[in-house]
C-alpha cells in the first residue's frame, strides 16, 4: 500500500478496539504515526499500539476518559509532545444506550445524559483542544451514525440526536478552520459486528427483518469505514469538507 501518509500523526479516539482499532491500522497502512486513546482496556490498548509498530509506524497509547471534557488538552498535548506534530484527528470514541422510548417509565436517563457527553462534548472538546496546533492542511473526521439522519427504529433518539449533532458541528469546524486547508468530515456508518452492535442488537448475526431495510443485504465491514475514514484523511479529499458520508449499504435512500 502507497504510504501516502507517511511523516503524519494521526490521534484516533477509542482506538483499542472496534472500529477505532480498525481506523488506527487503515492509516497506519497508508504510512502515518498513530496515537490511541482508550478508557481502561491497558491490555486491549498495548496490543494495538504492538500491531502498528509491527507495520513499521510509530503508535503510542494514552489513557484519556471522552466523558471529562478537562481531559482533552492534555490528551493533546501528550501527543504533540510525544511525536512533535498532529495531522489527523479522529474523533471515534462514543457509546451507544438505546432501547427504551422516550416515554417509557424504565428510561435510563443518567446513562442517556452520559452518552450526551461522551458521544458530543467529548469531541467537542478534543476538537477545540487540537485546532490550535493541528497542521495546516490537517483533517479532522467524525464518526457518526446512520442513526443519525434516519432513524431506523423506535429507541434511538437519544443516540441518533447525540450523533446528528456532530454534523452542524462539524460544519461549523469546516467553517472555521478552511482558511487553514482543515477539512472537517461527518463518516456515517451503519451496523457494524461490534460490541456496540451486540448491546444494541444482542448479536452480531443481523434479523433478517434488518438486514430487509438495507439494499445491499450485509453489515459493513469495519475495514469498509475504516477505509473511508482513510481516504477522508489522505491527499486526494482536501478538497471535501463539511460533508456526510453514509457507509450504510444505501439504507434510508
Request: net charge negative.
Amino acid at each position: 500500500m502507497s504510504k501516502i501518509l507517511e511523516g503524519k500523526v494521526a490521534l484516533v479516539t477509542g482506538g483499542s478496539r472496534g472500529l477505532g482499532a480498525a481506523v488506527a491500522e487503515a492509516l497506519a497502512d497508508q504510512g502515518a504515526d498513530i496515537a490511541i486513546s482508550y478508557v481502561a482496556s491497558v491490555q486491549k490498548a498495548q496490543a494495538v499500539v504492538e500491531k502498528l509498530t509491527a507495520k513499521g509506524v510509530r503508535a503510542l497509547a494514552v489513557q484519556s476518559d471522552q466523558a471529562d471534557m478537562a481531559a482533552a488538552k492534555p490528551l493533546v498535548d501528550t501527543v504533540k509532545s510525544h511525536f512533535g506534530r498532529l495531522d489527523i484527528l479522529v474523533n471515534n470514541a462514543a457509546i451507544a444506550v438505546q432501547g427504551k422510548t422516550v416515554d417509557s417509565p424504565d428510561l435510563d436517563t443518567f446513562n442517556l445524559d452520559r452518552q450526551w457527553q461522551i458521544n458530543v462534548m467529548g469531541p467537542v472538546a478534543l476538537t477545540r483542544a487540537a485546532a490550535p496546533v493541528l497542521s495546516d492542511g490537517g483533517r479532522i473526521v467524525f464518526i457518526g451514525s446512520r442513526l443519525g439522519t434516519y432513524a431506523l427504529m423506535p429507541g434511538v433518539a437519544d443516540y441518533a440526536g447525540s450523533k446528528a449533532a456532530l454534523i452542524g458541528y462539524a460544519r461549523g469546524v469546516a467553517r472555521d478552520l478552511g482558511a487553514r486547508g482543515i477539512t472537517a468530515n461527518v463518516v456515517q456508518p451503519g451496523a457494524m459486528p461490534t460490541d456496540m452492535m451486540v448491546d444494541a442488537l444482542g448479536s452480531t448475526d443481523a434479523p433478517e427483518a434488518f438486514l430487509d431495510l438495507h439494499p445491499i443485504r450485509r453489515l459493513a465491514t469495519l475495514e469498509e469505514v475504516a477505509g473511508t475514514v482513510g481516504f477522508l484523511a489522505g491527499p486526494h479529499a482536501g478538497y471535501i469538507t463539511g460533508e456526510v458520508i453514509s457507509v450504510s449499504g444505501g439504507v434510508g435512500i
